[in-house]
T-cell receptor
């Protein structure tokens, strides 16, 4: 069990560019979650998958954001036409069926200049 | 709207002291509640999960309680150490399966 991994750990991009983040959950965890955290705040939910199905999306997930989990294993989160307000830590978590204890990865810190 | 509140926002204690962190939530139909630790610039480490049918959970020097009727959870840390310095977050599992977080309590344990 190597835990949840995320890549890259840091990303600096210019406004207007597209970025993609990857998350590899703990093996056999069928649920995968994405959160966003800004300085001094708790993480905010973005979306989650059960296997390859995207079951829920937050209103925070604007049209510029898209997430996939094509084979029910790793997931990608893409942000198109990045804005300075997208600067944040993007966290991924995974869980097994009930009680759905979530285990988090180290996060990807995005800085939009 | 489901909300989670943590008080205090920051806490500084001398090493060896026992302390309590507080978490309140608005949804009495809680499924479970998780406590996390976050070191600066890092991800979250799960400390304890309490299911709605449980009153408390213990792990080492940590004890978490859950009172659904009052909408409160506490995290008790015994014999605090400088290595316990971090931000502690509580999160309620929402109806859609996501976690709803408080803003955290930043703990500083001074040698």
């Amino acid at each position: 069990d190597t835990g949840v991994s995320q890549d890259p750990r840091h990303k600096i991009t210019k406004r207007g560019q597209n970025v993609t983040f990857r998350c590899d959950p703990i093996s056999e965890h069928n649920r995968l979650y994405w959160y966003r955290q800004t300085l001094g705040q708790g993480p905010e939910f973005l979306t989650y998958f059960q296997n390859e199905a995207q079951l829920e999306k937050s209103r925070l997930l604007s049209d510029r954001f898209s997430a996939e989990r094509p084979k029910g294993s790793f997931s990608t989160l893409e942000i198109q036409r990045t804005e300075q307000g997208d600067s944040a830590m993007y966290l991924c978590a995974s869980s097994l069926p009930p009680p759905y204890e979530q285990y988090f990865g180290p996060g990807t810190r995005l800085t939009v200049t | 709207k489901q909300e989670v509140t943590q008080i205090p926002a920051a806490l500084s204690v001398p090493e060896g002291e026992n302390l309590v962190l507080n978490c309140s939530f608005t949804d009495s139909a809680i499924y479970n509640l998780q406590w996390f630790r976050q070191d600066p610039g890092k991800g979250l480490t799960s400390l304890l999960l309490i299911q709605s049918s449980q009153r408390e959970q213990t792990s080492g020097r940590l004890n978490a309680s859950l009172d659904k009727s009052s909408g409160r959870s506490t995290l008790y840390i015994a014999a605090s150490q400088p290595g316990d310095s971090a931000t502690y977050l509580c999160a309620q599992r929402g109806s859609q399966g996501n976690l709803i977080f408080g803003k955290g309590t930043k703990l500083s344990v001074k040698p």
